[in-house]
């Protein structure tokens, strides 16, 4: 039986949209953050970052989204929510879920808990720093928009729904309360959002997870 640990609206709901679109048979296990559960010893057993989530498959104990979402689509390969290893489309697929987790994440962290990179008790650090995350946010939510709009298909890589959707969903929603420019106000990512949610199983998880309107 697989095991999801995870906490509503957090890095866990692509994993948990894909569980979802995989159909299989899985347990929820909630790690409560308000309790600072993800810092106990029993999870740091788990995940020794503290970090959420972790995916329990069998003697398999994985964290890292991006490897939890590559993990389940090679382990059901039928479903299709990933290119065939040694294609240019699975190459195309690497490019954009490391550039997601290695680019776009690490600046919505900024935005987030800009007191992690600056002295905790320098206050107007901390909004210098979240004000430049969310510029530099803007900036890429860009170039998610201009790749939308040069393949003219429904998904993030094409005409074919995959790991990326969920992925892109999930970090454009954290955008919701951005002052600025949040990705729903894209030309191209404005559609797409709203067609990623309407997938049954996107559907699901948010109201599972119970995530309060707007939910992105």
């Not at 999801?4 to 692509?14: E, K």
């Not at 929820?28 to 970090?51: E, F, I, M, S």
């Not at 919505?108 to 990179?117: A, I």
């Not at 040069?150 to 954290?174: K, T, V």
């Amino acid at each position: 039986m697989i095991t999801l640990h995870y906490y509503p609206g957090n890095a866990s709901f692509t994993p948990h949209v894909l569980l979802h679109e995989l159909g299989v048979p899985f347990e929820r296990a909630l790690v409560d953050r308000t309790q600072a559960a993800h810092k106990a010893p029993a999870y740091l057993k788990l995940n020794p970052n503290g970090q959420i989530p972790v995916l329990v498959d069998g003697d398999l104990v994985l964290y890292e989204t991006a490897a939890i979402c590559l993990h389940l689509a090679d382990r059901h390969p039928q479903a299709g929510l990933a290119p065939a290893v040694g294609t240019a489309e699975r190459a195309q697929l690497y490019k954009w879920l490391i550039w997601m987790t290695n680019t776009l994440q690490p600046r919505l962290m900024h935005f987030f808990y800009p007191e992690r990179v600056v002295d905790p008790t320098d206050i107007a650090a901390a909004a210098q720093v979240k004000a430049r995350a969310e510029a530099d946010v803007v900036a890429l939510l860009g170039q998610l928009d201009a790749q939308l709009g040069s393949h003219g298909g429904p998904w993030l890589l094409g005409e074919r729904f995959g790991i990326a959707d969920p992925f892109a969903f999930m970090l454009c929603r954290w955008t919701r309360g951005f002052k600025s420019k949040p990705a729903r106000n894209f030309v191209h990512l404005a559609p797409y959002l709203a067609r990623v949610l309407a997938r049954p199983a996107v559907a699901r998880t948010v109201s599972v997870e119970q995530l309060a309107a707007p939910v992105y």
